[in-house]
Every structure is written in C-alpha cells, then in structure tokens.
C-alpha cells in the first residue's frame, strides 16, 4: 500500500522560506515521477513542481527561480524549497507519485496523493 505523508507546511510572512517534505513508503521511489501540487480556496489544483527518476525537474512558471524540488531515493522522501514566497503562493500541497506522462503537471496523470499540507503566506 502506497502512501504519501506531507509535513513542513506553516505559516510565514511574504519573503519567507518554507521546506515542504513527503515521506513515501509502499512505492518504488526511484522508479517514475513525483511531484508537489497545490490547491488554493475556489481554485483546481495546480502543478507546481515535477521531477523524474532521471532527475529532470519541471516548474510553473509562477514558481521559477523561487521553488526548487528534490528527492532522495535512500531516505524515499520528496522535498521542495521554497523561497521568496508570496502571498499567492497560499494554499494546500499535496505530494503527487506515479505519473502516466513525462513530468505531467496534470492531476489525473497522477496514481497516489497524499493528504496535504497547508502553507499560508501573508502579505
């Protein structure tokens, strides 16, 4: 059984860092893609970060240059760095494992999710 277990999230003030980490047992960790999604109040779910077992990343626009994602296949944990944060980055992140695609930012592309973490960043 997979499973997909969020920490890191909090809140911080514009300017801030945050680093969001997910903790996965059950799946072979060095074997597809992961990612970190997030989900703002009233908006979908939105592909922030992705990274392949090559170590290939993709990023939103809205996150480059500020978020950096990483994961280490010993530990089988997926982290991301955030840095610069700002307001609009707000919201719940989710950790994302199996993709059907190439660094998929699509949330039906994904197997496994975890329950999220909330990150909140004021203004």
């Known amino acids: 059984q997979v499973q997909l277990v969020e920490s890191g999230g909090g809140s911080v003030q514009a300017g801030g860092s945050l680093r969001l980490s997910c903790a996965a047992s059950?799946?072979?960790?060095?074997?597809?893609?992961m990612a970190w999604f997030r989900q703002a109040p009233g908006k979908e779910r939105e592909g922030v970060a992705a990274?392949?077992?090559?170590?290939?990343?993709r990023y939103a626009d809205s996150v480059k240059g500020r978020f950096t994602i990483s994961k280490d296949n010993t530990k089988t944990t997926l982290d991301v760095q955030m840095n610069s944060l700002k307001p609009e980055d707000t919201g719940m992140y989710y950790c994302?494992?199996?993709?059907?695609?190439?660094?998929?930012?699509?949330?039906?592309?994904?197997?496994?999710w975890g329950q999220g973490t909330q990150v909140t960043v004021s203004a």
């Open positions: 994302a494992a199996k993709c059907r695609y190439y660094l998929a930012f699509s949330q039906s592309d994904y197997n496994y």
């Open positions: 990274i392949d077992k090559y170590g290939d990343t």
């Open positions: 059950g799946y072979d960790f060095s074997s597809g893609c």
